[in-house]
């Protein structure tokens, strides 16, 4: 297990405040800002775009980036795909597969937002898409995928890791499940890369998306797309830097990963986050894992059994945890919490208003914990939740 205190000096605004949510953005360690700064300061150039040597250094160290992620996550150097964040990407696959009217999705309750929408923008195009319904604890049960499967089924999308919940779905059993009835899969690893040990290439999933800055912290603005089969996805955008040759009557585009990064991309981002990959290696993902979900658990339990808490989500979860103080909105809990204790914590709906409603509440409070987070900032949210349920006595 790495040094917690050592590992805290890399993240200065941890000594200003309780950082507890990480499920909306990690904190980015000094290394990466550095790398980034780097950039800026010494060999600032463009991506692919020219024969000097800052273009040259600029590439090389672009590129550097990608094989950092393809290699962390054990995924094809060529169809690893740089975005601006996890929507883009599933937006991506959602405009870049060729649709027809009777098509068939499955996707959950519990997404995020950003693989709900997409898919149930397809309908304008007669998409049909089924929307599975989880238990009470937010875990997608991989037979009802299975009994919804149709012989038009053509995609099932799901999270890995529900940043309402907490919950951990089963995706190597779904994988398996749709494959065997001849559909694609996307995984929304948004809320599980860099959170726990994953090996993409294993799992066998067709697209696989995740934001840059949550688990493997890097900056924001960057975001990673895996696609099993390059060619059979068609650009989101067309322009510079993805062709090969163009006339007047038309054009070539280049092969993956080239041919979906249009323009110039988000450069001093993406050599950020390729810094910020070999940090959370150094660290250990097992390590990692480890150390926030057992945080997690303990802060679920703990504000349990505080009268007036509800806490929701399965016993076994991530590194998160959904409660709200009953009586009070989950907006002024939060308010209270930063304001008395210097306690950041996510409120609202998340962007998940489906899986929140299937509560039966407008919001929660969400406490989510990085590998960074410590024992005292779970003793110190205990007590000061408990201190609020005051307001309500």
Not at 18 to 40: G, I, K, R, S, W
Not at 181 to 186: D, H, P, S, T, W
Not at 196 to 210: H, N
Not at 280 to 300: N, P, Q, S, Y
Request: aromatic share 8%; net charge negative; proline share 4%.
């Amino acid at each position: 297990m790495y040094d917690i205190y050592s590992v805290r000096e890399d993240f200065p605004v941890l000594k200003e405040v309780a950082y507890l949510d990480n499920a909306a953005t990690t904190q980015t360690p000094v290394q990466v800002v550095l790398a980034m700064e780097e950039y800026f300061f010494k060999y600032a150039g463009n991506h692919g775009r020219g024969a000097h040597r800052l273009a040259r250094q600029t590439t090389n160290h672009y590129e550097d980036a990608r094989e950092n992620v393809a290699s962390f996550l054990n995924i094809d150097y060529k169809k690893t795909i740089f975005t601006k964040n996890a929507t883009e990407s599933i937006n991506m696959v959602a405009h870049g597969l060729d649709w027809n009217a009777g098509d068939h999705i499955i996707t959950t309750l519990i997404e995020h937002h950003s693989n709900l929408l997409p898919w149930m923008r397809l309908r304008e195009q007669g998409v049909e898409v089924t929307i599975i319904t989880p238990d009470e604890y937010g875990t997608i049960n991989p037979n009802d995928i299975e009994n919804a499967m149709t012989d038009r089924t053509r995609l099932v999308t799901v999270d890995h890791v529900s940043n309402v919940f907490g919950s951990i779905q089963d995706v190597a059993r779904i994988v398996k499940i749709a494959h065997k009835g001849g559909a694609q899969v996307l995984i929304d690893g948004a809320q599980s890369a860099g959170h726990m040990p994953l090996d993409v290439g294993a799992l066998g999933c067709d697209f696989f998306a995740t934001a840059g800055h949550k688990g493997l912290l890097g900056p924001q603005g960057t975001g990673v797309l895996y696609v099993k089969e390059p060619d059979m996805l068609s650009p989101l955008f067309v322009g510079g830097g993805m062709v090969h040759e163009v006339t007047v009557m038309g054009f070539e585009i280049e092969p993956s990963p080239t041919r979906f990064e249009a323009g110039t991309p988000n450069i001093p981002g993406v050599i950020g986050l390729g810094r910020a990959v070999e940090y959370v290696r150094e660290l250990g993902t097992v390590d990692i894992g480890r150390h926030e979900t057992a945080l997690a658990k303990d802060a679920a339990r703990r504000l349990a059994e505080i009268d007036a808490v509800e806490v929701y989500g399965p016993e076994e979860r991530a590194g998160v945890v959904p409660f709200n103080v009953i009586g009070l909105n989950a907006h002024d809990v939060a308010m209270i919490l930063d304001e008395t204790k210097k306690i950041c914590v996510r409120s609202g709906h998340h962007c998940a208003m489906p899986g929140i409603r299937f509560l039966g509440v407008e919001g929660t409070v969400r406490a989510s914990f990085g590998l960074y987070n410590t024992r005292e900032e779970v003793d110190l949210l205990v007590d000061s939740v408990s201190q609020v349920t005051s307001l309500v006595a």
